[in-house]
């Protein structure tokens, strides 16, 4: 079994800036990629950012230049800095990470609960 856990999340002022995390937990191997994800009230998930142990990063284009995805490969750990943040980017933020997950070597896919980001003055 795979745990993912989100923290970092709060509220901030427009131009304020938050760091997100995500740790997975559990039987893996590895992890082969992380994504941010979000969701407002009434709007459908969106893709925010991804990240793959080769290094691949990319970014939807409203977070661009604002915003920076890493990871910590042997922690299992995905890290989202959040800077000139705007009151546009209040969500719930979750985490996706595909696991390889030890013993049987399977892929899945697992989602963290969410962490709340609230921008506003």
């Known amino acids: 079994q795979v745990h993912l856990v989100e923290s970092g999340g709060g509220l901030v002022q427009p131009g304020g800036s938050l760091r997100l995390s995500c740790v997975a937990s559990?039987?893996?191997?590895?992890?082969?990629?992380m994504r941010w994800y979000r969701q407002a009230p009434g709007n459908e998930r969106e893709f925010v950012a991804e990240i793959t142990t080769g290094g691949t990063i990319n970014y939807t284009n409203s977070v661009k230049g604002r915003f920076t995805i890493s990871m910590d490969n042997p922690k299992n750990t995905a890290y989202l800095q959040m800077d000139n943040l705007e009151p546009e980017d209040t969500a719930v933020y979750l985490c996706k990470a595909v696991v390889v997950t030890s013993g049987r070597y399977d892929i899945a896919e697992y989602w963290g609960q969410g962490t709340q980001v609230t921008v506003s003055s």
């Open positions: 559990g039987s893996i191997f590895m992890t082969s990629l």
